[in-house]
Each structure stands twice: as structure tokens, then as C-alpha cells.
């Protein structure tokens, strides 16, 4: 059972651990420690006006002779959806709107580069509901939306890239639904959109009620910052998913998500983290927090009773490096934002020393795969 008031797994652990066990156990659970960053004092202020966490860390890398570091700052932001579900559609986008706008300024304070907020982040997660309205209302163009104009705002006042996972209506394309990502650049361009690769049918995520499989590929984002492109949320159990961006060059791969805790806790802390190792990059693993209610109860085809709540949706966004160590998570029960401070060079240094990139048989797994998904392929098992 996820329990709510549990706050992290980090807090547990430095409660109830001797100083001299927590530091190995951190050691082994954690990888190579990251320094925490020294954050202005004013950011720590508004975070605490605006009942949210605040956490900084730092990842290391080696100086080098012929490349400066290529140092930035992440922000990975989390939070519930401020306004019951049942309030009228514009007057909940807005209040995510002002949420959002508020954590920006405290991110622009710490010197956040490029920002990334959780998937479908103006709106209720209500695709367990499976009924249209009034949640298909909350999709918007990808280029052009309330939402997109609104970040274009933030990007360019802070010189920040913003990664914003919306809803999108495709006006160009029969007004059908897809689950996207817009990159917008920190000079306030639309850089992109990326669009989500692997739409769940597990529990109550009923997605493909909405919308299919993305059919924008793996794009990688240059920005001013480093190469990134996002992984929407079920794509992080896709290892090919993370290769694909990986072998088109992203540095930094965030995941934007949404997900519960009896469903997925266990595997969160893992899949994002071995992404990083596997691919020589970062991995930004963002998550929504608490609990949301609809107002029509919905079933979830387990045999249980109809109900009216998703699950507990439980933060603990964190970013993971490609050496394997990572940040502590932030809080189960918080909205917050999480500034990392990375310096992209730890990419290629990791890449020397473990060289999956050179031992990685790809041509070998793209023939074999391309004969494994033909319909008269038979599974090549040894037999007695
Ligand atoms: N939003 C989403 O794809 N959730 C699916 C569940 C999971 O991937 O943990």
C-alpha cells in the first residue's frame, strides 16, 4: 500500500540510521555523493511562502585539458493540481498556470538553465475516467496554445528553456489528441515537439482511450544548454525508448511523469537511473504528487468497487547522472523543485571509461530484431 504520509525514502533513512551506516548505505544506494548546491537564501524564502521544497545538488565531473566544463542547471518541478477536478476547465489551467509561474521565479533565482514540468501538466491526470468531457477540453495546440504562449512568457523573461508536457489538440491533423512534449527554446521560439512513444494500458491509465502511440520518432533538442529530449513517462520501462534518444545525441533525457504507488514505487528509483548508466547521458525523472478526485466514481476492471480516486501519485522527482549517482529524491507528499547542476562533459568521460557506445552490438540487435517482429518468425531456441 503506498502511504501518503511517508516522506521519502532519504528522510527514513537518515532517521533511523548511525551516521557511519547511513554514508555506505548512501554509498551503495545512491553511487558517488552529490555536493549540495548553495542556493540563494531568498529562493529558500519564497519556497517556504509558497509551500513548496526546495533541494539543490551538484554532480561532479573531471576537469579536462581541451574542453571548458559545460556546466548547467536543471530544474525538475512536481505538484498536485491545486484546484479540484470538478472546477471549470480555464479556472484550473490558470491556478497550474500561477503554480508554475511561482516556482519558475524560484528556479530563475537559483539559476536554472533549462526547466521541465510533469507530464500533462495543466490538467487532472483523468484518463482512468475513460469519458471525453470535460477533460479533452484541456487539450491545446502544441504551437500556439494558452499554455504554450505562457511559456514562451517564462522562457524568454528568464532566459530559460522550457520543456512543457501538454495535451495537444492537432488542428492540422482531424483535431486528434496526442500526449506531447513542446520544447521552447530560452530565446521564446518553439523549438519542437516530441511526442509520447509507448501509451500505457495498465490499471486505471486508460491513454489510448485519448490518444495513440507517438509518430514523431526520437527527436533530440539542440539548445543553447546541451542536446535534450524527453521520454514521456511510460517510455521509461522502453529501454530501446532511451536508446534511440540516446543514439541521436541527447545529453539530458527527461521523463516527464505521472504515476501511482502500488503500481510503479519500486520500479521508479531504478529504470530512470539505469537509463543514465545505460546511455552515457542524464536522466530527469519528474513525478506529480497526491491524490486526485473525479467526479463520477470509474471502475478498474480489477473486481473491486467503483471509486473516484486515482492512486497516490508520489513525487520523489530526481536526476540521475551517468557514472550511476544521483540526487535524493524529492518528497512523496511535497510540491517541489528540484535545481540540479551538471556539468555535460561527465557524459563523454563515462563513455571512455565504460564504452557501451563501442561495445554495443547494434547492428547485430537491428538485424536480428528486424527479423524477429516479421509475422513468419520463429524464436531461435537451441533444442535438444
Ligand atoms: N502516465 C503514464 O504513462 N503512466 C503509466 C504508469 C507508469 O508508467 O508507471
Avoid at 491556478?95 to 537559483?110: D, K, T
Avoid at 533549462?114 to 495543466?122: L, P, S, V, Y
Avoid at 554495443?360 to 516479421?374: F, K, T
Wanted: aromatic share 10%.
Amino acid at each position: 500500500m503506498a502511504r501518503a504520509g511517508f516522506e521519502s525514502l532519504e528522510r527514513c533513512l537518515e532517521k533511523h540510521l548511525p551516521l557511519a551506516d547511513l554514508q555506505e548505505v548512501k554509498r551503495i544506494l545512491y553511487g558517488k555523493e552529490t555536493r549540495k548546491l548553495d542556493l540563494p537564501s531568498r529562493a529558500f524564502e519564497a519556497a517556504s511562502k509558497g509551500d513548496f521544497e526546495l533541494q539543490g545538488y551538484a554532480f561532479q565531473a573531471v576537469a579536462e585539458q581541451q574542453r571548458r566544463p559545460r556546466t548547467v542547471r536543471m530544474g525538475l518541478v512536481q505538484n498536485r493540481t491545486p484546484l479540484p477536478a470538478d472546477t471549470p476547465v480555464v479556472k484550473q489551467v490558470t491556478a497550474l498556470h500561477r503554480r508554475i509561474e511561482a516556482i519558475v521565479e524560484v528556479a530563475a533565482m537559483c539559476g536554472v538553465n533549462i526547466i521541465c514540468f510533469q507530464e500533462a501538466w495543466t490538467m487532472p491526470f483523468a484518463f482512468c475516467t475513460r469519458e471525453k468531457l470535460p477533460w479533452t477540453e484541456f487539450a491545446e495546440s502544441a504551437e500556439d496554445g494558452p499554455t504554450t504562449k505562457f511559456c514562451q512568457e517564462l522562457a524568454r523573461k528568464h532566459d530559460m528553456v522550457v520543456v512543457s508536457p501538454i495535451l495537444e489538440r492537432d488542428t492540422e491533423h482531424g483535431d486528434i489528441l496526442w500526449n506531447t512534449a513542446v520544447v521552447i527554446s530560452n530565446s521564446g521560439a518553439v523549438l519542437g515537439k516530441t511526442r509520447k512513444n509507448h501509451i500505457p494500458r495498465v490499471g486505471d491509465f486508460n491513454e489510448s482511450t485519448y490518444y495513440m502511440e507517438g509518430n514523431l520518432g526520437h527527436p533530440v533538442f539542440q539548445t543553447q544548454f546541451g542536446r535534450i529530449a524527453v521520454n514521456i513517462c511510460y517510455g521509461r520501462h522502453h529501454p530501446l525508448n532511451w536508446l534511440m534518444y540516446s543514439i541521436n545525441g541527447a545529453e539530458v533525457i527527461f521523463n516527464p511523469s505521472a504515476t501511482i504507488g502500488v503500481l510503479s514505487e519500486s520500479l521508479w528509483p531504478i529504470e530512470a537511473r539505469n537509463a543514465a548508466i545505460a546511455n552515457h547521458c542524464f536522466t530527469c525523472a519528474i513525478n506529480r504528487v497526491g491524490e486526485e478526485f473525479f467526479p463520477n466514481e470509474f471502475t478498474s476492471g480489477d473486481g473491486k468497487k467503483a471509486h473516484r480516486d486515482f492512486g497516490y501519485f508520489y513525487g520523489s522527482s530526481y536526476v540521475a547522472a551517468p557514472d550511476g549517482s544521483r540526487t535524493p529524491g524529492l518528497s512523496r507528499n511535497r510540491d517541489g523543485l528540484l535545481v540540479t547542476e551538471l556539468d555535460l562533459n561527465l557524459c563523454r568521460q563515462v563513455n571512455d571509461i565504460w564504452g557501451f557506445k563501442m561495445t554495443g552490438r547494434y547492428e547485430m540487435y537491428a538485424r536480428e530484431l528486424a527479423e524477429a517482429v516479421q509475422p513468419n518468425y520463429s524464436p531461435k531456441i537451441v533444442k535438444e
